[in-house]
């Protein structure tokens, strides 16, 4: 088992940057792969970014490509999703997940943490 608790979330203005960390304990390396969802009200849940604890794969969705930031430090067990210029549409529970591969499907992530809130206003 793999337990994930995420923090960072809060209430930022448009154009502001926040910074999300993942912590991660139990069987760690039965994870490899970290990834960020986030999911807004009404909507399905959407692949943000993911990242391998080598730090060897790094993919982001389109529409947070050079905006938001993702990284590990693997002696801390943690990851991070670094987000700038943050946009209203960026509002939304962010997640973090891990699973043994990195891919942007939600569903072949085996642990999930409990989300973050993000809230930017206009």
């Known amino acids: 088992q793999v337990q994930l608790v995420e923090s960072g979330g809060g209430l930022v203005q448009a154009g502001g940057s926040l910074r999300l960390s993942c912590a991660a304990s139990?069987?760690?390396?039965?994870?490899?792969?970290m990834g960020w969802f986030r999911q807004a009200p009404g909507k399905e849940r959407e692949f943000v970014a993911f990242i391998t604890w080598s730090g060897n794969s790094i993919n982001y969705a389109d529409s947070v490509k050079g905006r938001f930031a993702i990284s590990r430090d693997s002696a801390k067990n943690t990851v991070y999703l670094q987000m700038n210029s943050l946009e209203p549409d960026d509002t939304a529970v962010y997640y973090c997940?891990?699973?043994?591969?990195?891919?942007?499907?939600?569903?072949?992530?085996?642990?999930w943490g409990q989300g973050t809130q993000v809230t930017v206003s206009s």
């Open positions: 139990g069987r760690t390396f039965s994870s490899p792969a």
């Open positions: 997940a891990g699973g043994p591969a990195p891919v942007t499907v939600g569903r072949y992530y085996r642990y």
